[in-house]
């Protein structure tokens, strides 16, 4: 961890009222901790969208009828492509017929994002969400 630096920051009161009832809610301990994740939070979405290939990991959660259309082998195929950008994947059957996957992902950005988008956009993917994070390497 680095050196601790302390910064003023000039707020109007009708930004920083609303703030600090954010952090209530949120129960941050103090405002420092929260900037510090507003901060973070900048930082990541900046490793997705300016840094071009930047290293990230990021989670995909579908819901599909594995009896639809040839979907689940579809969406087997489409994993083992690239399966070296998955880490681990989890298969809940929720009835019978749907069925909920968990993707952890790792790798370059564009990889990640193209298939994330793949899978979500296959026909017969009832629901889908893709969380974007950082492998934290490089964030204090
Ligand atoms: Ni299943």
């Not at 405002?31 to 490793?47: C, F, P, Q, T």
């Not at 929720?94 to 793949?118: F, M, Y």
Request: glycine content about 8%.
């Amino acid at each position: 961890m680095g050196k601790l630096t302390r910064f003023g920051v000039s707020l109007d009161e009708d930004l920083l009222e609303p703030f600090d009832a954010l952090c209530r809610r949120k129960e941050y301990g103090n405002r420092s901790e929260a900037i510090r994740d507003l901060i973070r939070k900048a930082l990541v979405e900046d490793e997705w969208t300016s840094q071009g290939d930047a290293p990230v990991a990021g989670t995909l959660t579908l819901v599909y009828d594995h009896h639809r259309n040839d979907l689940a082998r579809r969406l087997m195929n489409m994993q083992h492509d690239d399966h070296d950008i998955i880490v681990t994947t989890m298969h809940v059957h929720l009835d019978h017929h749907n069925c909920l996957e968990v993707l952890v992902l790792k790798g370059d950005s564009g990889r990640v994002r193209t298939l994330a988008d793949r899978l979500l956009s296959c026909k017969g993917v009832k629901h889908g969400t893709f969380s974007g994070t950082t492998t934290g390497q490089d964030l204090a």
